[in-house]
């Protein structure tokens, strides 16, 4: 299976970034993917006041991305996306996967929000406009299970555990808006470790570079084999990294190294 990682700099220019986003989706299908991830927040990263309307599923967004999965004839992970939320001053951070007919395949609302403050360098509180998601989800990508998770997850190792022994999962699927400041330390350890410990391979697509409001992404995305390889890095710019995935691999780890069939908790 070959999969394409779309590294996006989402700004507060919404059409100008679904635009972008297309044309990375065909760069990824015309190097013959049959699955593309773009990150987190596909559709705006910028100030809180001029954020546009949350939509529902079905909405101009899903609309967008179920056409271009159709069109290219590819698996689309559409980053994730404001959906209407709960109540009125909250929205849902979604992912939507569609399949290569255009069909929604799965919905994965963000489960863990950043809520951050360090002093004199980061406030950060994503549970002011965002509620979290409950549910943990999978999908079957032409016969290959995929496990969904968004950003801030990446911290918390029980829902991939939930994910690779509940779920089934074989591709860990991650996409991110990852500050640099931890990035440089902490994105490539923990994807690697969900990796390892999952025996997965995990796909990560980030947002990349300056963000109105001062913030900055850290990129790198990258897929990583169940061994934790990098298997394929992103470049410091906007574009598409493609790699193949290999299920014999991950299947001969599994057997040779059986931590997941030998957990006892």
Not at 53 to 59: K, L, V, Y
Not at 122 to 138: L, T
Not at 153 to 173: G, K, M, N
Not at 182 to 189: A, L
Request: glycine content about 6%.
């Amino acid at each position: 299976m070959r999969i394409a990682v779309c590294q996006l700099n989402a700004r507060e220019d919404r059409d100008a970034n679904l635009k972008t986003a297309r044309t990375l989706l065909e760069q990824a299908a015309a190097a013959g993917a049959d699955v593309a991830v773009l990150p987190e927040y596909t559709d705006y990263l910028g100030p809180s006041a001029t954020e546009p309307a949350a939509e529902p599923t079905d909405g101009a967004y899903g609309t967008f991305f179920a056409s271009a999965a159709r069109d290219l004839g590819m698996w689309v992970h559409a980053g994730s996306f404001h959906e209407v939320g709960p109540d009125p001053e909250h929205s849902y951070n979604t992912s939507l996967v569609f399949d290569r007919d255009g069909a929604l395949a799965a919905a994965y609302r963000k489960i863990h929000l950043y809520d951050v403050e360090i002093a004199g360098r980061v406030s950060y509180r994503e549970s002011a406009r965002i509620a979290p998601g409950s549910d943990v989800v999978a999908v079957d990508v032409d016969g290959v299970r995929f496990g969904l998770s968004t950003c801030y997850d990446l911290r918390f190792p029980e829902l991939y555990r939930a994910l690779a022994v509940a779920e089934r999962a074989q591709v860990l699927v991650v996409p991110a808006a990852f500050m640099a400041h931890t990035g440089r330390d902490h994105w490539e350890v923990l994807l690697r470790a969900r990796a390892i410990e999952n025996q997965c391979y995990v796909v990560a697509a980030g947002q990349i570079g300056d963000h109105e409001p001062s913030r900055t992404c850290f990129g790198r995305s990258m897929v990583i084999d169940p061994w934790g390889t990098v298997l394929a890095q992103a470049p410091d710019v906007v574009g598409v990294t493609v790699t193949d995935i290999d299920l014999d691999r991950l299947a001969t780890i599994r057997e040779q190294l059986p931590s997941l069939a030998n957990r006892r908790l």
